[in-house]
């Protein structure tokens, strides 16, 4: 397999080689891998490096993917969730064994998943409610592999260049990937019917969803509120669990524990589940929000929610969505990068810690990409090419 900055420059026609990680928002327990707990409100860089070629978030902590396949974390650790065989917390990226043959990482509320270049599916940390997938709830502290198969590789270097890892996600504590064959898989907790087979029940090991094969891109809940949505081939857009704030888009507040199309349209493109609600990119570049909006989070200009997609302003240069806590994080076909919602920790990035109910650029810069929504965490991290 070709080195992973070099498939992800290739897809993008970017001739830099280099890529910096940033980060900002709340502090606490090392988060921001800053080798402090200091809340940021603006943009710092995480080091010198240059060569990280993926990264990912849990709750309150980060983990990224580097050129040469090492994994590294940093962050709060205590039910194992950085992987390095303890629960002491680290407030600067460290190295996850000394394998090189990692591809993609990202993390829920208090655990982690990763895929291999093979196309083996790795988790570790918190277990409470079979979020590892081993078929048990005991936690661990180091990675260990999630059943024997080697098809779980279906993100792409361009998945990676657009965004988040659309078909591999970790949630809150429920995990929704989309396998090679295009058929989509859930476990974890499946309170209000999250798990979208139809029941509300828990499950420690991976359960496809239906027998479709037509899943393209999926976004498990963000935080404790839990709804997912994902998109199909044809560009229809599916929601499914709880509904309290009109998440799912349907028009009502009624839970659905199996997946439920949202209107009729064929141009979705891009979504995310940010707590108690869910946003979403269109073909045409129109961004669309719904859900809960105490704080500004669907970018509307009011903090009144919505059962219903409705528009966020007129614009058509979004390329793609991300958000968690009531954090909206975005970036534009331009490069730019655009934050609103809750403020609290300075988590928007614009240097204030006063809450923004419409979207927001952070700082001018025109390079920003393969934006992480940490789950459940009002903290960000992101890569800027340079």
């Not at 026609?13 to 910096?20: F, H, K, M, P, W």
């Not at 988790?123 to 048990?136: E, H, I, P």
């Not at 989070?297 to 009011?302: S, Y």
């Not at 927001?360 to 920003?368: C, E, K, L, P, Y």
């Amino acid at each position: 397999m070709p080195n992973l900055r070099q498939a992800m420059m290739g897809a993008a026609g970017v001739s830099s080689s280099e890529a910096q990680l940033w980060v900002w928002g709340p502090g606490y327990d090392g988060r921001l891998g800053l080798g402090d707990t200091a809340n940021r409100s603006s943009p710092v860089q995480l080091g010198a490096l240059t060569d990280w070629a993926q990264v990912g978030g849990f709750n309150r902590g980060g983990l990224a993917v580097k050129t040469d396949g090492t994994l590294w974390t940093w962050g709060d650790n205590d039910y194992g969730q950085l992987g390095d065989g303890t629960t002491t917390d680290r407030s600067s990226p460290a190295q996850v064994g000394s394998l090189t043959d990692w591809f993609i990482a990202d993390g829920g509320e208090e655990h982690c998943m990763a895929i291999k270049t093979d196309g083996t599916l790795w988790s570790w940390g918190r277990n409470t409610v079979g979020q590892l997938g081993l078929g048990d709830t005991t936690n661990r502290s180091s990675p260990v592999q999630v059943g024997s198969l080697t098809d779980w590789l279906a993100t792409t270097s361009d998945d990676l260049l657009a965004g988040t890892p659309v078909k591999f996600s970790p949630g809150f504590d429920t995990n929704a990937i989309i396998k090679n064959d295009g058929t989509l898989w859930t476990w974890g907790e499946g309170g209000g019917g999250v798990l979208g087979n139809g029941s509300q029940t828990d499950i420690s090991s991976p359960v496809q969803v239906g027998s479709l094969t037509d899943w393209l891109s999926v976004s498990p809940p963000s935080d404790g509120d839990a709804n997912c949505a994902a998109l199909k081939t044809d560009g229809t857009l599916w929601t499914w669990g709880a509904n309290g704030n009109g998440s799912l888009g349907l028009g009502d507040t009624t839970n659905r524990s199996s997946p439920v199309q949202v209107g009729a349209l064929t141009t979705w493109k891009y979504i995310a589940t940010p707590t108690n609600g869910t946003q979403a990119v269109k073909t045409d570049g129109t961004l669309w929000s719904w859900g809960g909006n105490y704080q500004g989070q669907l970018g509307d200009g009011t903090t009144t929610s919505r059962s219903s997609p409705v528009q966020v302003g007129s614009l058509t240069n979004w390329k793609t969505i991300h958000g968690s806590s009531r954090v909206m994080r975005t970036v534009k076909t331009d490069g730019t990068l655009w934050c609103w919602g809750s403020n609290t920790y300075g988590s928007i990035g614009d240097g204030t810690t006063v809450n923004k109910s419409s979207p927001v650029q952070v700082g001018s810069d025109t390079t920003w990409g393969n934006l992480i929504r940490p789950t459940g965490g009002s903290f960000s991290l992101t890569i800027r090419y340079i």
